[in-house]
């Protein structure tokens, strides 16, 4: 074997290095032990480009003839590396972007080394060539760390629109495609007249617009997600006007009964004092209807109390048994309106869950206290029929179509105490905790 072309080929697929880098950056907090994993690629890379030199330079012939095996076994590796919650379109697009940089930095480099490869009579780069090559390619790397890899990974993280994904990743890959096909099989063409300069024009346009392209679609992506997100404050807010009516009406009730009860009960000593038995049974049957809506009190503090009674109520009309441990001071270290609206999102979804699931089955625990004069725990428990609606690691509502807008209110609230939100399942039971820093 010639171990000087051996080098040679090796060094031509080393450009692979930088697009290995770019790929992965940008899939950087969905990859399985991101260390680990940029260890293993590059150590499949040195492979591959061992493994390919040697069958090149045995067989003499170009590099070209393996790219399209070597490119499936990078991608199966990737996915094999990266979160399933990642889909195939969204790693094909990254994916295609890092073949584009390959095409794009491999053609500029034959346009500017055109002189010394027109007498290269080897299927195979000058290695002056590799060299500007890997050069432009890490140069191109470095530029595209803090531009497109932050805006790719915003994309992963904050849009999950399937797609967006499915149409975006075509460009870019029949890009890549179409510069491995204008590859120059005559490198004495470039030197004709002014094609060497509009090539270097061309290549450098090409690779602007694809920079472009990126950021438009970043640009384009982050104003419907802002929109997205205005969409859901909206209907947030029309959710919280309509509960926050239902919970009036509630409290007008109970304020209703407690100012008759003083009432009723000089009707029911008088019917009592005049032995009336009859009609004093006739008038508890009326007025036991309204007796009957009149519940316990569950919390020391006013305002939990009756957002308490108020689900409690709803639970009991829905068949829903809820156990209610309601530790709280009468006086809170917090706006209530926040506790009530963090809260009152939980025990909402968790009826709504309860109602998908047989009577019997039906259970719903709420546990509220605090763990120090600064710092409150909430746990809403409730049973549900095991199905979840989860992309991007999100959970997604299951009455509509995108992110459930009762968890994205709680996130919001407990964030803004510096907080945390966190979500058990298993066994057929959904956990809510959150706790509070105050």
Sequence with gaps: MNFALFGRFFLEFAMM??????CLASLQEHLRAPRKTYAIGASAITLMGLAGAAVCCMLDMETNFLLIPLLIISFWLLRWRTDREVSISQTMFLFSVSAVMMSVCTLLA???NAEAELDNAQPVFLPSTSVICLTLSVILSAIFRFTAVRWSRWL?????????WESAWPLPA???AFLVFCMPKEIGVILMNRIRIIAVLAVSISLLGIFLLLYEMYRVAREFTRNARLDRENQLLAMESRRYMELQTYLDNTRRLRHDFRQHLHVIAGLTETGQLEELKS???QYESELSEHRPSLCANAAVDALAGYYDHAAGQQSVPVEWKLALPRQLPMPEADLCTILGNLLENALHASQKLPPEERQ???LARMLSPAMMGLMVENRYDGVLKKQGGVLHST???G??????????AVHRYHGNLTVETGGNVFRANVLLNL
Aim: no cysteine.
């Design 17 to 22: 290095y930088p697009a290995e880098y770019l």
């Design 110 to 112: 034959i346009v500017l």
């Design 156 to 164: 992963l993280q904050e849009y999950h629109g399937e797609a967006f």
């Design 174 to 176: 029949l890009y890549a």
């Design 283 to 285: 008038y508890l049957r």
């Design 364 to 366: 719903v625990k709420v």
């Design 399 to 401: 009455k509509h179509d």
């Design 403 to 412: 992110q459930g807008i009762g968890l994205v209110s709680v996130e919001t």
